[in-house]
């Protein structure tokens, strides 16, 4: 019998597994909250920072604009998410389970709003840098939000053969380098948003065959590895799949969003282009977090030690 089969899989509680769940679906919302804000270009429909959780309650909805609507309800997300983050680290405390993770996913959700509110307070300063900075740390937020939910729950701990292990790490390497990839060209896609720069499009454009490229080799290497945990296994295929669908959403954002002799700013948002850009902005966000998924699964063998939780002393034990 393997050394995993000795952890306790009920030492995580259901409800704390189901709550990191809900922390991903949250900060999901906020990312797509930020996605529509910045599509439709009102990230500043309300330069006043902090407001209350409730400031849409306190205010008349016929006297401000659908901008403030939207911005305010993309704050909410964010609070929303905060407080579900808040009460996963109670819970990962509580149960005395992964410390590194219930530090690690507070101070990410600290940072991400404090970074929002930069955002508001310094725009005339800072500008499109703090814009881009935000939206890519927001990816860094939901990955530690994955993290927590796929090693809360109770199949991670189950034990695995041999053969399982041995699968598993022909694809470690393959799955870190496509996580990374699929990073960066979020980050690069936030250049094409919020910048001009002629960089940042080509950047985003050459490192989308990188993304296609990891992901095929790592579609292969699935396909060709014996004994493969059929979670890996569908979460490679998964992953594969959200690819092929971010390449359409992609090809079509940048077929409406660059048109020939128009700037792209100056042109009016359509309903139509709003809803492409989004989805393209979203499902890249699903892509990078399936991506996480599927190393998490690659690298369960090495981590599943690191996750056992720590016994619960006696009365008596350590007694002189």
Known sequence: MSHDATINTAAVPRWLHIWAVLTVVSAFLAI???????????????????????????ISWKEPSAGFLIEHTHRLLAYLAGL????????????????????????AI??????????????????????LIHGSFAQIVLALAVCAAVMTARSWREPGTQSDQQGAESLRYASILC???IFL?????????????????RGHLVVAFI????????????SDAQGLEPGLRRAVWCLAGLLAVQILLGVETWMTKFVPGVF??????????????????????????????????AFRHVLIMKTKPVPALSRLEGAL
């Open 110 to 131: 600290i940072i991400q709003g404090l970074l929002g509110g930069f955002r508001v307070r310094l725009d005339a300063w800072l500008g499109s840098d703090l814009k």
């Open 179 to 181: 996580t990374v990839a």
């Open 32 to 58: 797509t909250g930020g996605a529509v804000v910045t599509t439709l270009r009102v990230g500043m429909a309300d330069q006043v920072w902090p407001t209350y959780p409730w400031h849409l309650a306190l």
């Open 264 to 297: 792209p700013d100056a042109q009016p948002v359509t309903i139509r282009q709003a809803i492409i850009r989004t989805a393209h902005y979203v499902v890249g966000a699903g892509v990078f977090g399936w991506a996480v998924v599927t190393s998490l699964h």
């Open 185 to 201: 060209q979020i980050v690069l896609g936030g250049f094409v948003r919020h910048t001009n720069s002629s960089l940042g499009q």
């Open 84 to 107: 579900c983050v808040v009460v996963l680290t109670i819970g990962l405390w509580w149960n005395r389970c992964l410390p590194w993770l219930r530090y690690t996913c507070l101070i």
């Open 211 to 222: 993304v296609v490229a990891t992901v095929a080799w790592l579609l292969h290497r699935a």
